[in-house]
Structure formats: structure tokens, C-alpha cells
């Protein structure tokens, strides 16, 4: 079994929210924490910014496009981020916690 961490960053906290519940209610990640991030990028050719929640989510690689399908169904930006990492842990436990959370 492979695990991942996903990154995907809003502006909107009704959308977070919207978010959370669905994913969790659905068993699509097994947790995930929101931090307040002062944001900076390029789009388009222009400079933006704005204050947004970067959600991070812990959950098996086997679900991500379905993760990324509820993201694209609550998500107000036209290329909202979706960024995958491997999640590695020398703790089985943790794991395992993950693998019994998830669907």
C-alpha cells in the first residue's frame, strides 16, 4: 500500500470547509490540517496574491483521483493547485492508522 499527502491551496473558506466534510464523511483521506498561508504567484502574466488556507491531506495513493474529483467540484479557481507527495513513515502504526481511515 502507498500513501500520499496532498497540497491544494484556497482562497475561500466556505470552500474549505464544504471540503473537509466531504472528503472525511467519504473516508477520501484519513485527516487533514488547514493553515493560513500569506500567498504569492503568477498567473497569466500578472503578479497576484492573497491570504489562503493551504489544505494538507493525508490519504492512500489509490484515492487521489477521486480526492482530486471533489476538489474540482467545490473549487472556485480555474487551476486550482493539486500537488501529490509520497508519504513515507518508519511508523507502521501511522500507517495503518491511515490504510483503517480511508475507505
Known amino acids: 500500500m502507498r500513501y500520499v499527502m496532498i497540497e491544494v491551496a484556497f482562497n ?5 470547509n464544504l471540503t473537509k466534510e466531504k472528503l472525511l464523511k467519504e473516508k477520501l483521506v484519513a485527516s487533514l490540517q488547514v493553515i493560513i498561508s ?8 500578472e503578479l497576484e496574491s492573497d491570504n489562503e488556507y493551504l489544505v494538507f491531506m493525508k490519504t492512500k495513493e ?3 483521483n477521486e480526492v482530486y ?3 474540482k467540484e467545490i473549487h472556485s479557481y480555474n487551476v486550482p493547485e493539486f500537488a501529490v507527495f509520497s508519504l513515507t513513515s518508519p511508523s507502521k502504526d501511522y500507517l495503518d492508522w491511515i490504510d483503517k481511515e480511508t475507505k
Request: hydrophobic share 35%; aromatic share 10%; proline share 0%.
Open 12 to 16: 475561500n473558506e466556505e470552500e474549505v
Open 38 to 45: 500569506d500567498s504569492i504567484w503568477n498567473y497569466k502574466g
Open 62 to 64: 489509490s484515492l487521489v
Open 69 to 71: 474529483e471533489v476538489i
